[in-house]
DNA sequence: TGTACATCAGTGAACGCGCGTTCACTGATGTAC
DNA sequence: TGTACATCAGTGAACGCGCGTTCACTGATGTAC
């Protein structure tokens, strides 16, 4: 737990820097929360991990609370960045939603911990809950939307309420994320495969992609229609 | 929290009775389960609960989390329960589909935190994980590829892979009960809804039901297909 | 240029709390003789 | 029928631990004069 600690190593910041101290606490919270997951985190258990005494934190922050609140921010950010990231990558609708549900199931699945405290209702002011800050409500969420809204435009999805769709949507990304996190031993079936009948299935989908082809061509044979 | 509480009113078990103790403790975890999540057990507050002491635990388990394994395999039988009871009463594979999945989804918000207990991997033990006792994997997941294969049998499903889609229905309905039970402030769109879209889009149903009909006859308005 | 002082960025010791766990014990009740 | 005893179903006190939180403090560094 405490190898990637700078405990000992630390240098008092110098005169007016005491603010960095803010962002290293919450370095620290986030090595705590990878390596334990969030029932590992105590005021106690970010100071030593920060290399510093834990009174200090109090200059920084109220209670552990407004750590794991600051912390959900950090992880907010990170994960609409690489979803954003992708999407921004990509100009074609359909290949837009696979490929942004790929990186939040891989973000996950690389940082399952994160996700977790992502989802703790309990840790979430109201702002972070009801606004933009949410973690899927807000922009992710509305990623999905106007992902979906660019599917239906372009004659690609078959959804004529795209608001439900994509709560649908939302909650079998959800769902399937959370489930490879915990790491349950299961014979899941390939990843892609997956998140193909989830997109398909839930943007209905009506011209579906062939991720495997380099030229990203439409093909019929992706899913059969009765 | 003390609310249910036994304590005090509590009699020694008569002689010969003393296993009586150990689904005694069973339910008082489960009442502080329901009260205040898993995070609020302990051997102690557990023993509270049941107006017992601390000490008497260990005549009935190992250690706390002993009792959160017995916790689970009580949770486990019950959300069985009432999803077998829910499709041993429809004939009709689809609506034996959507009604499952909308009693798994009732019981996540009925018993938040029971849900929650039953998806902490770090709970199970090995067995409770692989096989059957296993929350989704085992029974309800096994009852959803059954009712797939009944849809299928029944020319009501376009589904050529009923396990891999069971896999992203199993992902659609754990995320949708995981979202709305943690209590999300959301515009929520009507529960059957959100449910019809999931299982009609992942499930391929070819051939929807109006569930406001008493008759339960096939509708063709249920979703437009391109 | 020197020096007293204020400020900054923290520290160390101590407090009371609930926790898991141990150990010797208690008191009612069934049973052997 | 009586009584000694074994057993059962627990209890009460104590331990050491990590926790959140407080409080007086320290020692380096910038600044006023």
């Given at each position: 737990v405490n190898i990637m600690s700078n405990a000992r190593t630390r240098q008092r910041n110098p005169?007016?820097?005491?603010?960095?101290l803010r962002a290293e606490i919450v370095e620290a919270a986030l090595r705590v929360i990878d390596a334990?997951?969030?029932?590992?985190?105590s005021l106690r258990s970010v100071a030593r991990e920060a290399g510093?005494?834990?009174?200090?934190i109090y200059d920084h922050f109220a209670d552990i609370d407004a750590v794991l609140r600051a912390v959900l921010d950090a992880v907010l950010a990170q994960v609409t960045e690489e979803i954003g990231k992708v999407v921004a990558a990509n100009p074609d609708p359909v290949v837009t939603m696979l490929e942004g549900a790929s990186a939040w199931v891989s973000f996950a699945e690389r940082y399952p911990h994160r996700y977790a405290v992502m989802h703790?209702?309990?840790?979430?002011t109201t702002e972070q809950a009801d606004h933009?800050?949410?973690?899927?409500?807000?922009r992710p969420f509305d990623i999905c939307v106007a992902a979906l809204n660019e599917c239906i435009a372009a004659g690609r999805s078959a959804s004529t309420d795209p608001f439900n769709d994509s709560v649908a949507i939302w909650a079998g990304l959800h769902g399937y994320a959370s489930l490879l996190s915990v790491g349950r031993r299961f014979p899941w079936p390939d990843r892609a495969d997956t998140l193909r009948r989830i997109i398909y299935g839930l943007a209905k989908i009506t011209d579906p992609v062939d991720?495997?082809?380099?030229?990203r061509r439409a093909v019929g044979s992706g899913r059969r229609r009765s």
């Open positions: 005169r007016g820097s005491g603010q960095l334990g997951g969030v029932e590992a985190v510093i005494s834990a009174p200090s703790n209702y309990q840790l979430l933009g800050a949410g973690p899927d409500q807000g991720l495997s082809r380099t030229g």
